[in-house]
C-alpha cells in the first residue's frame, strides 16, 4: 500500500490560496474603495475649509485693517478738533473783547492794575527788543519796531499790551484742560505784532537764537510768509477759503521757543467792523502727540503706520517703519520763515512707496511689494485721509489733506490665516495617515482571520483529496475527519460511507463474484430451456408454415392444365410471403366453359390456407355440378364457406371475383381488386368490381350484392388478375407499386405472349421492392386471347 | 384509451375512436386488443360511434375483417348510429368502405 502523496500545506494552486486570494482581494478592494473616498471627501473637505477659512480671515484681516486705519484718522481727527476747540475758545474771548471796546478797555485797566508784570515791559538793550518780566502767567514780547525812541512801547502798541492781558485769565486754564499744548498765544495784526504767549518762557531770546533779524522785520512776513494776505482775502471773499474754516494750520516746524517740531494753529481776529485783521489767537501742539498717534500703531509684529502731508512728506513715522519704507530724511533748507522736516515719500527708496497715491483708495486695501534685503515681501497698505484743513507752509494757505497710513506684511496679517490653514493641512494628513493605518490594519486583521478560518474551511477539502488520492492508490481503509458540519462535512460522512462500502465490496469481491457465477449459471440453465422450448415451437410454427405453403401450392392449376386452355394463352405466378397468406387463383375448364377465379383471404398461416382449400374444392365442385350461373355460383360457395367458418369459429373471409369466359366475352362477378384490360391497340381499361359482390364468409346471403358485367374480350386483348400483393408491395421508401405502375408495367410488356408480359411485370415488381420485406403474397394472372 | 406502436395509434376521444398510421398487424389475434377498444365504446351507450380513418394510410386485410366485423356486430345495436369518416385520396379506404355500408346500410359513410 503506497502512501498518499504528500500534498503542500499553502501551494498556489491549492484551493486554500484561491479562498484568500478572493477573500484578500475583496477585502482590499472595498477597503480601498471606501478608504480612498473617505479620504477623497476628506481632502475636498479640507481644502474647501481651507479656503472658507482663508475668506473669512481674508476679510476679517482686511475689514481689520480698514478699521484700524479709521479709527487711527478719527484719533488723528480728534486731536485736531480739540486744538481747534482750544483754540476756538480763546479766540472767541479774544474776539468778544475786540467787540466790545468799553469793556475791554475795563478789563485791562484791570488787568493792568491787578498784575502790572503782564502789561509793564522792560527793554532788552541786547536784543533790541522789550519784554515784560517774571512772574506773569504769559511772556509778552514787544519788537524793536514797535518801540519808540526811548525804546518804550508805543502808546497803540501799549494799548495792545494791555488789552491782550485778558489772555491771562483764559489760557491757563486752557492749558491746563484739553488736549495737550504746548502753548496758546496772541499775536498782534501787523501794525503792531506783539507776542503774548502762555505760559511764560524767554520767548525774545529764543527768537534771537533761532531766529536771527526777526527783531527787525515785520513779524508776519518774516516767520509766516504769505499767511496774513490769505487771511484779507478771506476777508474780502468767504469762498476763497480752501475750507469752511478760518482756522490755520501750519506744516511742522521747529519751534523757537522749546526747540520742538510743532504745529500751529492759528485763528485770525477780526476788526469789530470785520473789514481787517484784529490778530490771531494760536496753539501750538507737539508733533509727537499727532506723531504718537501713528507711531503707536502696532499690527501684527512689525505693522506700523506714518502721517503723511498730501505732498509726500511724511510727518510722523516710527524709525523702523521709516527704514521698512526707505524714507529718507532731510532737514528744511529754505531761507525764510519757520523751518520744518523734509521726508518724502516721493523721494523714498522703495519704488512702490515712491509711486503711491495718497488721493487714491481712501481706505482700500492695497497690496504692495517692498525690497528688504534683496527679496521682494509683499505688504499690505491701507490709506486713509484725515479732515481737509488750510494749511500754510510757504506762501498762500492751501487746502491740506494729511493721510494715515497703515503698512504691514502680508505674511503677518495672513499669519493666522496661513496657520489655519497649515492646521487643516496637518490634520487633513494626519486623517490620512490614519486611514492607511486603518486600511493596512483592517487587511493584515482580514488576512490573519481569513488564513485561520480558511484552514477551518479548506481543511475539510484538503483531508479529502488526500483521502480520495490515498483511495486511488487502493487504500480502502482511509477515513477522513472533517469537524465542521457544512457541505463540506456531509461530503467527508458520505466519502466514508463510500470507502467503507467499497472495502466492504472489495473485501467480498470474491464470495460476489462466486455467487454471481453461480446465478448466471442458473440463468444460462433457464435460458438453454427456454431456447429449447423456443426452438420446438419455431419447429411446430414451421411444420405448420411448410404445411400451409404445401396446401397452398398444392391446389393450383398445373402449368400443363394452363396451356391445354384453347383460344387463350394463360400464365400464373404465385410467390407466398414470408409469413404464408391466402391467395387464391384457379382455372376451371369444363366442356369448353372456362372458369377463371382469383381472392385475396385474409390474414395468414395455416387457417388462410385451409379457408383457401376449402374455396378452391367448393369451386371445383360448383363447376363440375354444372352450375352455369356466375350469381348463383359465388351465392352458394359464399354459403358453403360461411357455414364452415361459422363451424371452425373463424373469422376470417376472403374478396373473390370470378370470371367466366365463352366465345370472346368474360361475364364478371364478385367483388376483388380492378381488373386491368389492355386492348389489342393499346387501350387500357380498368374495371371496378367493388359493386359485383362482397366479400365472401362475411354474411349468409350475399345475393343482393352480387352482380354481373360482360366483357367484351378478343384476340389481342390482354386480361391482368392480381391480388394486393402486387399493388401494396412496398419499397424502402415505404412507396406502393400501385394500379398506375402496374398498368404501365402491362403496357410496356404487352406485346409478349401471356408468360412474358407475366415475367415482365413481375420483374417490374421485384425492382420496386428492391429486396424490401414482403408483407403480403404476390399473385399475378395474364390471360391473353390467342 | 390509446393503443401505439411505431407504425400506428389508435385512440379513442368520446365515442369517437380515431386510427392513425400504417396497420399490417398479422392476424385477429393481433388486432384483438383494437377489436376490445372498439367494443368498449360501443358498450359506453353512446348513441353515435363514429370510426375516424382519414389518417390511417394502410389497412391490410385482417384489419379490413376488423372493420367489417365490427360493422356486422353494430347491426344488432340499432339505438347506435355508427358514422364512418375515410379520405377517398387513400387506396384502400376508397376500395373497401363502402363494403361496410353493404353490410349495415345505417351506417353513415362519410368520405372526404
Known amino acids: 500500500m503506497s502512501s498518499a502523496p504528500s500534498r503542500p500545506l499553502f501551494g498556489l494552486r491549492s484551493f486554500r490560496a484561491k479562498f484568500v486570494l478572493v477573500v484578500g482581494a475583496a477585502v482590499l478592494f472595498d477597503l480601498v474603495l471606501s478608504g480612498g473616498l473617505a479620504l477623497w471627501n476628506v481632502q475636498r473637505l479640507s481644502r474647501d475649509a481651507a479656503l472658507e477659512v482663508g475668506q473669512g480671515l481674508t476679510t476679517a484681516t482686511q475689514d481689520y485693517l480698514r478699521s484700524y486705519a479709521e479709527a487711527t484718522v478719527t484719533e488723528a481727527n480728534l486731536l485736531i478738533d480739540r486744538v481747534h476747540a482750544d483754540v476756538g475758545v480763546l479766540s472767541g474771548v479774544l474776539q468778544s473783547q475786540i467787540d466790545d471796546p468799553s469793556r475791554r478797555d475795563a478789563v485791562g485797566r484791570a488787568l493792568a492794575q491787578a498784575g502790572p508784570t503782564s502789561t509793564d515791559v522792560v527793554y532788552d538793550a541786547q536784543g533790541g527788543w522789550a519784554q515784560n518780566l517774571r512772574p506773569s502767567p504769559s511772556v509778552v514780547s514787544v519788537w524793536g519796531y514797535l518801540l519808540d525812541g526811548s525804546h518804550l512801547p508805543r502808546s497803540d502798541v501799549q494799548k495792545e499790551i494791555e488789552d491782550s492781558a485778558v489772555l491771562d485769565l483764559v489760557a491757563p486754564s486752557l492749558l491746563a484742560s484739553g488736549a495737550p499744548k504746548l502753548q496758546m498765544y496772541f499775536i498782534g495784526p501787523k501794525e503792531r505784532p506783539i507776542f503774548r504767549t502762555a505760559p511764560y518762557t524767554d520767548q525774545a531770546q529764543t527768537f534771537d537764537r533761532l531766529y536771527p533779524g526777526h527783531n527787525t522785520s515785520s513779524f508776519w512776513t518774516f516767520f509766516f510768509p504769505g499767511i496774513y494776505e490769505s487771511w484779507q482775502d478771506w476777508i474780502a471773499d468767504p469762498a476763497s477759503r480752501p475750507t469752511d474754516s478760518f482756522l490755520t494750520q501750519t506744516a511742522p516746524y521747529t519751534d523757537a521757543i522749546t526747540g520742538k517740531l510743532i504745529v500751529s494753529f492759528f485763528q485770525p481776529l477780526w476788526t469789530r467792523d470785520r473789514t481787517g485783521i484784529a490778530g490771531v489767537a494760536g496753539t501750538d501742539i507737539t508733533l509727537d502727540q499727532l506723531a504718537s498717534i501713528v507711531e503707536r500703531v502696532k499690527i501684527a509684529q512689525t505693522g506700523f503706520g506714518f502721517l503723511a502731508m498730501s505732498n509726500g512728506n511724511v510727518v510722523a513715522i516710527n524709525p523702523r517703519g521709516e527704514g521698512v519704507i526707505g524714507l529718507v530724511s532731510s532737514k528744511g533748507s529754505s531761507g525764510q520763515g519757520v523751518t520744518g522736516v523734509e521726508r518724502s515719500l516721493r523721494t523714498a527708496m522703495q519704488p512702490a512707496i515712491a509711486s503711491l497715491r495718497l488721493d487714491e483708495n481712501d481706505g482700500e486695501i492695497q497690496h504692495i511689494t517692498l525690497e528688504e534685503h534683496g527679496e521682494s515681501v509683499p505688504y499690505i497698505i491701507v490709506l486713509k485721509r484725515l479732515q481737509p484743513t488750510n494749511l500754510w507752509t510757504m506762501g498762500p494757505i492751501q487746502r491740506e489733506t494729511m493721510s494715515v497710513g497703515i503698512v504691514v506684511p502680508e505674511r503677518e496679517i495672513y499669519a493666522s490665516l496661513i496657520t489655519a490653514q497649515n492646521g487643516i493641512l496637518l490634520a487633513t494628513n494626519r486623517i490620512l495617515l490614519y486611514q492607511i493605518g486603518a486600511i493596512i490594519l483592517s487587511l493584515l486583521l482580514v488576512f490573519v482571520a481569513v488564513l485561520s478560518v480558511s484552514k477551518r474551511i479548506t481543511g475539510g477539502l484538503s483531508a479529502l483529496a488526500d483521502a480520495a488520492a490515498r483511495l486511488q492508490a487502493k487504500d480502502y481503509s482511509v477515513r477522513v475527519k472533517v469537524p465542521t458540519r457544512d457541505e463540506v462535512g456531509e461530503v467527508g460522512l458520505a466519502f466514508n460511507r463510500m470507502a467503507a462500502e467499497m472495502s466492504f465490496h472489495t473485501e467480498n469481491l470474491a464470495r460476489l463474484v462466486d455467487e454471481r457465477t453461480h446465478e448466471l449459471e442458473n440463468a444460462n440453465q433457464e435460458i438453454s430451456g427456454l431456447n429449447e422450448k423456443l426452438r420446438s415451437e419455431n419447429l411446430r410454427l414451421g411444420a405448420e408454415l411448410d404445411i400451409a405453403r404445401q396446401i397452398q401450392m398444392m391446389v393450383l392449376p398445373r402449368p400443363l392444365e394452363l396451356e391445354s386452355v384453347p383460344e387463350l394463352d394463360i400464365a400464373a405466378y404465385m410467390r407466398p410471403a414470408d409469413e404464408v397468406g391466402g391467395d387464391y387463383y384457379d382455372v376451371l375448364e369444363d366442356d369448353g366453359r372456362l372458369k377463371i377465379g382469383i381472392g385475396d383471404v385474409t390474414g395468414h398461416g395455416l387457417q388462410s390456407g385451409v379457408l383457401m382449400l376449402m374455396v378452391q374444392s367448393i369451386a371445383r365442385a360448383l363447376q363440375e355440378a354444372g352450375e352455369t350461373d356466375p350469381r348463383r355460383f359465388l351465392d352458394q360457395l359464399n354459403r358453403a364457406i360461411y357455414k364452415n367458418l361459422e363451424r371452425t369459429n373463424s373469422d376470417k373471409h376472403l374478396s373473390l371475383a370470378f370470371l367466366d369466359y365463352e366465345n370472346s366475352n368474360i361475364t364478371l362477378s364478385g367483388q376483388h381488386e380492378e381488373i386491368v384490360i389492355i386492348r389489342g391497340d393499346g387501350a387500357i381499361e380498368r374495371i371496378d368490381t367493388i359493386d359485383l359482390g362482397l366479400p365472401v364468409g362475411l354474411e349468409r346471403d350475399i345475393t343482393p350484392f352480387i352482380a354481373t358485367r360482360e366483357i367484351r374480350f378478343e384476340s389481342g386483348d390482354v386480361i391482368l388478375l392480381y391480388t394486393d400483393g402486387i399493388t401494396e408491395a412496398e419499397n424502402a421508401r415505404r412507396i406502393m407499386f400501385g394500379i398506375e405502375r402496374l398498368c404501365e408495367s402491362a403496357f410496356r410488356h404487352r406485346l409478349g405472349n401471356a408468360e412474358e408480359i407475366k415475367a415482365g411485370i413481375v420483374a417490374d415488381v421485384m425492382a420496386h421492392i428492391d429486396g424490401c420485406k414482403i408483407h403480403d403474397d404476390i399473385t399475378l394472372v395474364v390471360v391473353r386471347h390467342r | ?112
Open chain 2, 1 to 112: 384509451m390509446e393503443i401505439k406502436t411505431g407504425d400506428f395509434r389508435v385512440w379513442d376521444e368520446g365515442s369517437t375512436i380515431y386510427f392513425d398510421g400504417i396497420m399490417r398487424l398479422s392476424g385477429s389475434e393481433a388486432y384483438a386488443p383494437i377489436l376490445d377498444l372498439m367494443m368498449n365504446v360501443l358498450a359506453s351507450g353512446a348513441s353515435t360511434v363514429t370510426l375516424n380513418l382519414t389518417d390511417l394510410e394502410f389497412l391490410n386485410s385482417s384489419g379490413i375483417n376488423l372493420l367489417a366485423k365490427f360493422t356486422i356486430e353494430t347491426r344488432r345495436h340499432p339505438e347506435v348510429q355508427l358514422v364512418v369518416r375515410g379520405a377517398q385520396s387513400v387506396p384502400w379506404q376508397s376500395k373497401s368502405l363502402r363494403n361496410l355500408q353493404k353490410l349495415h346500410p345505417s351506417v353513415t359513410l362519410l368520405v372526404d
